[in-house]
């Protein structure tokens, strides 16, 4: 039997996958969403589930509400019904406030983690005038120690590194992220 919201759940799909910055189609890139939802809704979904969802397997199985508002809220909306009626100021102003303005919105020592794919995490701390220190990483090039300036965090997109110094070489910009963008968090001091 055809789920009755099959096209809605086709287009769920779709945003979940630019949301993750790329197509989902191979047991590793299924495992990769699995990990980036619970990151960032908490919420665990098997992978087995996704793959049924997105047909990689055969099931006659429809996805409970709660799978799906899951994938909803992974894609920027509240749940499936704000996303099946497409509210779209909703998710508009999900994008919106989704935003660190540095000078603004960070005072000296915070500090903000920050991740992108393939499971890449850096925990930077703010120095004060758009410049930030490296204190952890994981997976990526920026080491700790490595200092950048950077005026503006948007949370989905790309994320520009100016005046990287790294490993005591000259300064250079940096690109975290080009593909599906970063994903913030401001941590608790």
């Excluded at 952890?136 to 950077?150: E, N, V």
Aim: aromatic share 8%; with cysteine; hydrophobic share 35%.
């Amino acid at each position: 039997m055809v789920h009755p919201q099959a096209e809605k759940i086709a287009d769920l799909r779709q945003a979940v996958e630019q949301r993750l910055g790329r197509s989902v189609n191979t047991p590793t890139e299924f495992k990769r969403l699995c990990e980036d939802i619970k990151r960032l809704t908490d919420v665990v979904i098997s992978q087995s589930t996704l793959m049924r969802i997105w047909g990689y397997v055969n099931s006659s199985a429809k996805p409970s509400d709660t799978i799906l508002n899951a994938l909803a809220v992974y894609a920027g909306y509240t749940d499936f019904m704000s996303f099946a009626t497409h509210d779209d100021q909703e998710a508009s102003s999900d994008v919106l406030g989704s935003r660190i303005s540095v000078r603004d919105d960070l005072s000296v020592r915070d500090r903000v983690q920050l991740a992108w794919q393939p499971g890449r995490i850096c925990l930077v701390r703010y120095l004060g005038d758009e410049q930030f220190v490296v204190e952890q990483s994981q997976a990526t090039r920026l080491q700790p120690g490595d200092t950048f300036s950077c005026a503006l965090i948007i949370e989905g997109e790309p994320l520009y590194l100016d005046q990287l110094v790294h490993s005591g070489n000259a300064p250079k910009a940096y690109v975290c992220g080009k593909r599906g963008g970063i994903h913030f968090k401001i941590m608790n001091n």
